[in-house]
T-cell receptor, first 113, second 111 residues
Framework: GAGVSQTPSNKVTEKGKYVELRCDPI?????LYWYRQSLGQGPEFLIY????????DSGLPNDRFFAVRPEGSVSTLKIQRTERGDSAVYLC???????????FGAGTRLSVL | DQQVKQNSPSLSVQEGRISILNCDYT??????FLWYKKYPAEGPTFLIS?????DKNEDGRFTVFLNKSAKHLSLHIVPSQPGDSAVYFC??????????FGGGTRLMVKP
């Protein structure tokens, strides 16, 4: 079946603008994760959904970042008033919820000019 | 405070030889460890994992060793192939939740 799909693959925006990043998990996967990877570093956890609810949002850096998963499938990561420091690759992963292996999408490369 | 560390940013190995990638962690609550491989412009791809109740897991050319007392794990690739050239990330998990990643090691396998 299809893997985790993330759109867009690249997003260029200006400082202060609002952006939305989309993640379509593997069909049937109940758990969905967002990570952020800056250049030369490993991915860092942002938020985790189990079904429709955010089970753990402790990794969100500040209140400009918000994520939703209204129907328990597709998720959207929303960033308000973007800053240059938000530039990174945003990765989404999904899992079955009762297994430890997370499967990643190719990511969205966000560039804030 | 980095809870998972990969102290070697890069490693170069000759084709056919063994590649050993190392990873150290500080959080004794981690109970599951994974290795991911990443090519440029792609997401991390799951490679192999190990539960904290085991000390070794093998899958083809890939073997992961876990030393809980030293809080250290390693990935062995033998024999190494040019297609193994990629960035390898060690990741740790506590209670089946979020992954905590190391900074990655770039492996270059020379023909």
């Amino acid at each position: 079946g299809a893997g985790v799909s993330q759109t867009p693959s690249n997003k260029v925006t200006e400082k202060g603008k609002y952006v939305e990043l989309r993640c379509d998990p593997i069909s049937g996967h109940t758990a969905l994760y967002w990570y952020r990877q800056s250049l030369g570093q490993g991915p860092e956890f942002l938020i985790y959904f189990q079904g429709t609810g955010a089970a753990d949002d402790s990794g969100l850096p500040n209140d400009r970042f918000f994520a939703v998963r209204p129907e328990g499938s597709v998720s959207t990561l929303k960033i308000q008033r973007t800053e240059r420091g938000d530039s990174a690759v945003y990765l989404c992963a999904s899992s079955t919820g009762d297994a430890n292996i997370q499967y990643f999408g190719a990511g969205t490369r966000l560039s804030v000019l | 405070d980095q809870q998972v560390k990969q102290n070697s940013p890069s490693l170069s190995v000759q084709e056919g030889r063994i590649s050993i990638l190392n990873c150290d962690y500080t959080n004794s609550m981690f109970d599951y460890f994974l290795w991911y491989k990443k090519y440029p412009a792609e997401g991390p791809t799951f490679l192999i994992s190990i539960s904290s109740i085991k000390d070794k897991n093998e899958d083809g050319r890939f073997t992961v060793f876990l030393n809980k007392s030293a809080k250290h794990l390693s990935l062995h690739i033998v024999p190494s192939q040019p297609g193994d050239s990629a960035v390898y990330f060690c990741a740790a998990m506590n209670a089946g939740n979020m992954l905590t990643f190391g900074g990655g090691t770039r492996l270059m396998v020379k023909p």
